[in-house]
């Protein structure tokens, strides 16, 4: 039955491993990891954190998501260890622009980097994951997944379709030993956000969490046995309006329009 999530020594595959937030969860899981696999494009960001994990079987695969070949190297080097019980897919881009005026490559970046990227790579790897007593596959959305926000239509989007997708196969691998559940952070202070979205979030006074604040929340959540968490108890209740009664952001958020304009590029 799905529901039984291990804690313990893990041997897991995390993408997005270089960044702010993957690296701050890298930190924390490596001392509960009896493999650790570190996905990225940069292999000296990788190098050098691998370099600093010294609690467990660090190995790294350097490629872009977005290539079958770097899915094939992912699946390859957990064959070769012998199999893993975790996937966090944390891997992402995000772009703030009028979506009228974005670029197309730039809007398929964010589908394919965001949501195609993170379903392929469980697929290859969900026979892997099937054989281990108790597995999990944790996918990293965005509270902007369930809360549309001005300037994030695609990445919004993306997100949007990740958590359908981490809610629907989370019901399809319910009678397997494999969890499927989805993990949204607010705003972090990271390299994903650019200098207008973050002076916009200034201005706005958007909450903001430090990726170590979200890596030990993540870790809570990963021990734990809920099939979603989102980060925030203001954002958790504005998800839950916006589900219920959509007009009520809606009109708060065009209040702020003529405030977000000001940085969205165009
Ligand atoms: N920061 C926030 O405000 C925030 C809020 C909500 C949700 N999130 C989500 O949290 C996750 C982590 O984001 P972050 O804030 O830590 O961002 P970040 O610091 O920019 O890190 C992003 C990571 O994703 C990797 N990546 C991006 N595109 C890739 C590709 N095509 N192939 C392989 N790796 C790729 C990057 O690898 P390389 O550097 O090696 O290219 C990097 O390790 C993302 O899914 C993001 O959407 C972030």
Redesign the pocket.
């Known amino acids: 039955m799905a529901a039984a999530h291990k804690t313990g020594v893990y041997r897991a595959v995390l993408?997005?491993?270089?960044?702010?937030?993957?690296a701050a969860i890298a930190k924390r899981l490596a001392p509960q990891c009896a493999l650790l696999i570190l996905?990225?494009?940069?292999r000296t960001?990788l190098e050098a954190l691998a370099e600093s994990l010294r609690a467990c079987d660090v190995q790294i695969v350097c490629?872009?998501?977005?290539e079958q070949h770097?899915l094939s190297a992912i699946a390859a080097t957990v064959r070769a260890a012998g199999g893993i019980d975790l996937l966090v897919n944390?891997?992402?881009?995000?772009s703030f622009h009028a979506f009228e005026t974005q670029d197309p490559a730039d809007i398929r970046t964010q589908i394919e980097?965001?949501l195609l990227?993170p379903m392929l790579l469980t697929r290859e790897l969900l026979p892997l994951l099937g054989t281990a007593p108790a597995a999990q596959v944790v996918n990293?959305?965005?509270?902007?997944g369930s809360l549309g926000f001005p300037g994030f239509a695609a990445y919004g989007a993306a997100?949007a379709g990740l958590a359908g997708f981490s809610q629907a196969l989370r019901r399809e691998c319910a009678d397997s030993t494999v969890a499927v559940r989805h993990f949204?952070?607010?705003?972090?202070r990271?390299?994903?956000?650019s200098a207008a979205v973050n002076a916009m979030n200034r201005e706005l006074r958007t909450a903001e969490d430090t990726?170590d604040a979200v890596a030990d929340a993540f870790m809570a959540f990963l021990s734990g046995t809920s099939a979603t968490h989102t980060l925030g108890t203001a954002e958790r209740f504005f998800v839950l309006v916006n589900k219920l009664v959509p007009g009520i952001p809606d009109k708060a958020i065009r209040k702020q329009l003529l405030q977000i304009r000001k940085y969205l590029p165009r």
């Open positions: 993408t997005g491993a270089s960044g702010g937030i993957g996905v990225g494009r940069q960001a490629g872009d998501l977005c770097t944390n891997a992402g881009v995000s980097t965001n990227a990293i959305g965005s509270v902007f997100k949204s952070p607010r705003a972090t990271t390299a994903i956000n990726p």
